[in-house]
């Protein structure tokens, strides 16, 4: 039997220990965090293994692919849009042209005073006509039935339709991003990366208008792509179905969804697997891979570097954009202030160099076994602590540790990834 395939055997018995000592239903939906979380990691590989960009702003993509779903699944708030719909985006539209403007006459007119002087009066002309028009609007939209909408509202289209949205919207933030920031040097590259997707969370939450803003988004009503619960428990069927498993009508109903749940990620994840495959062993990967050995030397060899990082850059946003729609859409909820750049940009990165960067089957193998310890060290932390500290009595230091005892799982976080980096410096597995 082979490493790789003794490491996943592994790795799927600690799921499989979960559903027997604990319960099928938190297996399956750690199951289903692990397996968005790879998809998470092979858009990281993309850009890290493929071409050595240090993109530490996961969290922005992910965020962007979570707004998707709210703005493709939710019902649109007609009175919202009919009292300041159009200003928003009449307000919208002038700060595009502002930007194009700007960036025309700054290409077109010479170095100069005159350049300077145009330039300040278009973006300063442009910004003020934005804020007259934008500002009325935003203050007649947040005003409708503000604890239950005060924002526009979606498209009220079926949700499955936000998870290619989400890698276009993704994409998009990439695509700007990296015409700015993709000349900069690796570290400076981190930084800037870091700051744009705390720019884009800072947006999600202050613009109520666009998807409620810190208020969270609860789209129970969204058009689900599996059953509701609540719907399968009226099912005579299904209630046969259950019963005869075993199981009671809410806990067999929760499987079910995440079953369902399970089989649509598994082929999202398939498909991104077999195309990364592709692309690392075609031509083009080829030539990522020796742009990001020797930056020097592939330019000297005619290949437009910066051209080929945006390419890179673009479509592993895209990938992450596509697992930040689905997770939301499995949660139910948007809410701005979860994403974290522990979560949401760090642990994926632990996951991409515990698996192995630039090997896709690595970054998947490194996703379902952090993604098991993020969850279940948590879960498993107090029982562990209530064991080591049975010898001490009762008192505020057995108290403290036991209620600590959460926290274990950046401990073994950190543990982990000094033991793979110390016995396996390129990852569990490496790149070949």
């Known amino acids: 039997m082979s490493k790789n395939l003794k490491l996943f055997l592994g790795v799927a018995l600690l799921f499989v220990a979960t559903g027997f000592l ?3 239903n938190q297996a399956l939906f750690v199951l289903n965090f692990a397996m968005v979380s790879a998809i998470m990691a092979l858009g990281v590989n993309i850009q890290w293994g493929y071409a050595g960009l240090f993109n530490t702003g996961v969290m922005g993509f992910a965020a962007l692919g979570g707004l998707s779903v709210a703005l493709v699944a939710t019902p649109p708030v007609r009175e919202a849009w009919s009292v300041g719909g159009g200003g ?9 042209a502002t930007i194009a403007l700007a960036v025309t006459l700054w290409k077109r007119m010479a170095k100069g005073r005159k350049r300077s002087l145009t330039m300040l009066v278009v973006l300063v002309g442009g910004f003020i006509l934005f804020r007259w028009v934008f500002d009325p609007a935003v203050t007649a939209v947040e005003a409708i039935n503000p604890s239950i909408t005060g924002n ?14 989400g890698g276009l919207l993704a994409a998009g933030a990439a695509w700007a991003i990296g ?3 993709l000349g900069l040097r690796s570290d400076y590259l981190a930084i ?10 800072a947006v999600m939450k202050n613009e109520d208008w666009l998807a409620r803003g810190v208020k969270m988004m609860n789209m129970a009503q969204r058009p689900w792509p599996v059953p509701y619960e609540v719907n399968l428990q009226r099912n005579e069927t299904f209630l046969s179905l259950a019963n005869s498993m075993g199981f009671d009508p809410v806990t067999g109903s929760s499987i079910f969804v995440k079953l369902v749940y399970l089989v649509m990620i598994l082929i999202v994840l398939a498909l991104v697997i077999w195309l990364s495959e592709r692309a690392l062993n075609s031509p083009w990967g080829r030539m990522m891979r020796a742009i990001r050995d020797n930056e020097d030397a592939a330019r000297a060899m005619g290949k437009d570097v910066t051209r080929r990082h945006l390419q890179v850059f673009i479509l592993g946003s895209a990938v992450i954009g596509i697992a930040g729609a689905i997770l939301t859409s499995m949660d139910g909820i948007l809410n701005p202030g979860t994403y974290q750049p522990l979560r949401f940009t760090f642990l994926i990165w632990v996951m991409v160099i515990v698996g192995g960067s630039g090997n896709n089957w690595g970054a998947v193998l490194g996703a379902m076994l952090i993604g098991w ?3 279940m060290v948590e879960a498993l932390g107090p029982q562990v602590m209530s064991l080591v500290t049975a010898g001490l009595s009762e008192g505020p230091l057995k108290a403290h540790l036991v209620d600590s005892a959460q926290h274990m799982r950046l401990l073994t976080l950190g543990v982990i990834l000094l033991l793979v980096l110390r016995f396996s410096p390129k990852g569990l597995l490496p790149e070949k």
């Open 22 to 24: 604990m319960s099928w």
């Open 88 to 96: 928003i985006l009449g307000g919208l539209l002038i700060g595009l």
């Open 152 to 165: 526009l509202g979606g498209f009220g289209l079926p949700v499955l339709l936000a998870w290619p949205l």
């Open 179 to 181: 015409k700015t920031a």
């Open 192 to 201: 800037a990366t870091l700051g744009i997707a705390e720019i884009i969370i």
């Open 373 to 375: 310890l993020w969850l």
